[in-house]
Nanobody
Framework: QVQLAESGGGLVQAGGSLRLSCVAS????????MGWFRQAPGKEREFVAG????????DYADSVKGRFRIPRDNAKNTVKLQMNTLEPEDTAVYYC?????????????????WGQGTQVTVSS
């Protein structure tokens, strides 16, 4: 069992930055690949970024490449999502998720545990 708790969402102007955090408790954090997904009103949930359990590989959605980064700190059981140059299209509820011994897959069905989400709103 893994519990995930996101924080760091809020309201920011376009062009600004936010850093989301996801703290995990339960089973050994370093065994889990981590992903960030988001869901905007009226849209399906979509992959944003993923990082392998070892931290050696990352993957990003095309829409966020070069703007977002997904560092993890296994000593602190934490994965973050650093979001720069935010756009109104980034407005969504952001969720972190855990994938056992995975690669940080863009496929949501690979993830066994999910957080409750944190709202990010980007004003124009």
């Amino acid at each position: 069992q893994v519990q995930l708790a996101e924080s760091g969402g809020g309201l920011v102007q376009a062009g600004g930055s936010l850093r989301l955090s996801c703290v995990a408790s339960g089973r050994t954090f370093s065994s889990w690949a981590m992903g960030w997904f988001r869901q905007a009103p009226g849209k399906e949930r979509e992959f944003v970024a993923g990082i392998s359990w070892s931290g050696s590989s990352t993957d990003y959605a095309d829409s966020v490449k070069g703007r977002f980064r997904i560092p993890r700190d296994n000593a602190k059981n934490t994965v973050k999502l650093q979001m720069n140059t935010l756009e109104p299209e980034d407005t969504a509820v952001y969720y972190c998720a855990a994938e056992l011994y995975g690669s940080g897959s863009p496929k949501s069905e690979r993830y066994a545990y999910w957080g409750q989400g944190t709202q990010v709103t980007v004003s124009s």
